[in-house]
């Protein structure tokens, strides 16, 4: 059993306003990728962004009371901070440089996933953009799901994925950040194991393996390789959404 | 650019006392499998446990007080609970049915990562048989990376991995637990990303993204390929330990 994991190479620098479904489909063609059923396509959240227009020019941005007093508390510029707390459902931590927060789509990361790095503005003053997430990643992943069924007649699946630090652990890993036609869980609950034992703790984060897979290959600097596939996954593909991913406040002891 | 992700089919049952470096040779035999530079193996858990019998039956384990209590409280066999605070440095969260306990070797997971799935003891009362984590982890990687050396002539890495829950994401995941020869961490602080910002977090868990690579197809029932093998990984090989990965207590906003 084998997975084929493959980075399209030569991908173009995503306009705003490019229509990224399309621009992956050429770029599938120049790499001579023939789709096949089942295939996983896995997508950086900062293309998808840039494609839907998501930059905001921090001097545009009027930081309120509650953004000046979390500036102060964590030395970050306090516009930016505004767009994290807009951005966001609530503060979880925060320390010097950073804040841990529960997104607006519902996951914990910090700073809201807003970044400067890769991301260059329109204008003359790039050092003032920023890139805010994509705002239904979900429907992303599914405009492009839908669009190379339309254009090649094959099923595939997609996963939008960013890459985000973790309590207890250094390193920042590839995580899912929107879904379509991937199972974000595999349950595996009612399985026995070889010896006849019923499995306990047997939900499978299966897309979050899946994103951290083509992270490899995607890398985080000037590689340019946003667009990762997956073929040989072994298991049956089906709708899902991120938020299957999402533990409840309740279930979660570390909040 | 791509990665190979390969499963040995028809890999032996371990016995306890099993050379798992040698067994993992013949398996790569007779899945046809040529070793080249670089390579990654990636070893369930499960199996180097066995085979460096760390078996251990509960009717041998006597609770002290600590356990009892922690017991009460959990809901769980006190013997078993004295089994994960003997492998264990801190507790750090408890509920029903649940330890979080910083382990011995470092890291933070569920039960001390003792778990009965896929274990059967030597005896006839195979319900009383758990089974530890590796005692040395890093260790038993080395020892299987220097075998293959000096057997094939490869310079090859070695991971060994369990699959650990989460704060905040349901779903467990495939983790690094054991390395050898294998960076925990690639470290991007220096680069500058395409339009020549610094980067700012990014040091990559690379190993633990190869964990989950390689997760994906050991799966966690009774499908039996504890090893894989990845080929393609983007960065050079060097000596390194799992402790690169563990956050300090004062780094980690989360115990």
Redesign the interface.
């Known amino acids: 059993?084998?997975?084929?994991?493959?980075?399209f190479?030569n991908f173009p620098e995503v306009e705003i306003s490019s229509f990224l479904p399309e621009t992956i489909l050429i770029s599938a063609i120049e790499n001579n990728w023939t789709w096949e059923e089942g295939d996983i396509v896995v997508v950086a959240q900062k293309i998808v962004s840039k494609s839907e227009n998501r930059l905001v020019n921090l001097m545009d941005v009027e930081p309120g009371q509650r953004a000046i007093k979390y500036g102060k508390s964590t030395g970050k510029d306090a516009r930016l901070v505004e767009l994290i707390l807009r951005e966001s459902k609530k503060v979880i931590?925060t320390?010097n440089g950073l804040m841990?927060v529960q997104h607006k789509l519902g996951?914990?990361c910090?700073n809201a996933g807003i970044?400067?790095?890769?991301?260059?503005g329109p204008d003359e003053n790039?050092?003032s953009w920023v890139l805010l997430l994509p705002k239904d990643p979900d429907k992303s992943a599914s405009i492009i799901r839908e669009f190379i069924k339309n254009e090649t007649g094959k099923n595939v699946g997609v996963i939008i994925i960013d890459?985000h630090?973790?309590?207890?652990?250094?390193?920042?890993?590839?995580?899912t950040i929107g879904i379509s036609g991937v199972p974000?869980?595999?349950d595996?609950r009612g399985?026995?194991?070889?010896?006849g034992?019923q499995?306990?703790?047997?939900?499978?984060?299966?897309a979050?393996?899946?994103a951290?897979?083509a992270?490899?290959?995607m890398?985080?600097?000037?590689e340019?390789?946003p667009v990762v596939v997956i073929r040989?996954?072994?298991y049956a593909l089906r709708e899902s959404y991120t938020n299957?991913?999402?533990?409840s406040e309740n279930?979660?002891?570390?909040?």
């Open positions: 059993m084998n997975l084929l994991v493959y980075a190479e931590r320390r841990i996951f914990i910090a970044d400067h790095s890769n991301v260059k790039p050092e890459s630090g973790r309590p207890w652990r250094k390193g920042i890993v590839g995580l974000a869980l595999i595996r399985y026995k194991d070889r010896f034992y499995l306990r703790v047997t939900e499978i984060g299966s979050d393996e899946l951290a897979t992270s490899i290959l890398g985080q600097a000037d340019g390789r040989g996954y072994p299957e991913l999402f533990r279930d979660d002891l570390f909040r």
